[in-house]
Structure formats: C-alpha cells, structure tokens
C-alpha cells in the first residue's frame, strides 16, 4: 500500500449495494410492524402471555410483579425463612412408655419360668424374637410408637440376659447354654 498502512490494515469495506442510507444489510431498521398490531408494535406485545400452569396466585410464572411479602427474620439466622417439615405420624412419650412397660412386662413374664440361667437365656430369646416381630407389625400397621418402645425392651432384656450368660462363662469356664 502506498499510504503507510499494511496489507491488514484496509479502511472499512464499502457499504452494501442495497442499503438505502449507507448501513450495511444487518444494519437495517426493524421490520413493518404486523398488519393487525394497532399502534406500531408487533401483535404479540398487545396482549398479555398466558398464566403459566403452576402459577397458584395467577400471576404468570415470568411475573414482573412484586413477590408477596414474607415475615422478617429475626435478625438471629439472616436470609429467608425455609419451610419445616414434619412427620405425618410423630414418635411421642405416651406411646413409647407403653410400648416398653409391655417389652419389660413381657419379658418379666418369660424369665419368670425359668429354673436356672440357661432356662432364662432361652426363655428371654423366645421373648425377644417374638417382641420383635410385635414391633415390625407394630410399625407397619400399628402405632410406631408403641414399636420402638417394645423393640428398645427386649433389645435391653436381651442384652442384660446375655450378659449374664457371659458372665456365667468367664467365671465357671463353662458354656451354660449346653
């Protein structure tokens, strides 16, 4: 080039031939509003989009409305409020107690008929598998409640009846369920 410039270095290109006022094509004014919009604009932007199916308070799903107000917080865990779950079918005390009076009652029952410990760790095993299957029917279709505090007495009495058992067996050296 005999300007100083380089090879790349070239002025703009000239405009297009079908440009009215010197623009290039993609540089065009918007196109002739729709033959049904009344005032310039396209059709779609005279009428509202429709409420968006989820929608509960029929604003539309991309309102521009404000939200509802929500309740302050209280200063202590800043951000918004979540929202609490809580169980259909709660655990409470009354339920729980009674569940495991009848494990002990239960329990007490079956240790009762024994003559020795080896009587009373196979009568609290029989307790214990059958107060277990109480529970899981309990916990099906009975009261959850009731459930644990049946299954958390025979857990225990269980466990104090093996205890005893190990006991016996480190002290006599001797397996006394034989």
Known sequence: ??????????????????????????????????PGAADGREAWATTPPP???????????????PAPPMRPPSGLFPGPTRPTYREA???????????????VIWLALFGALARDLAGYAWWTLCAAVCAWVVAIVLA??????????????????????VAFVGAEWITTENWPLW
Do not use: F, N
Request: proline share 13%; no cysteine.
């Open 1 to 34: 080039m005999t300007d100083g410039r380089e090879a790349w270095q070239t002025t703009a290109p000239p405009p297009h031939p079908g440009a009215a006022d010197g623009r290039e094509a993609w540089q065009t004014t918007a196109p002739p509003p729709h």
């Open 51 to 65: 409420p968006h199916p989820g929608a509960v308070d029929g604003r539309g799903a991309w309102s521009t409305a």
């Open 89 to 103: 079918h709660p655990v409470t005390a009354a339920p729980l107690l009674a569940g495991l009076g009848a494990g």
């Open 140 to 161: 099906l279709i009975g009261d959850r409640g009731t459930a644990v505090g049946v299954a958390l007495a025979s857990g225990v009495g269980l466990s104090i009846a």
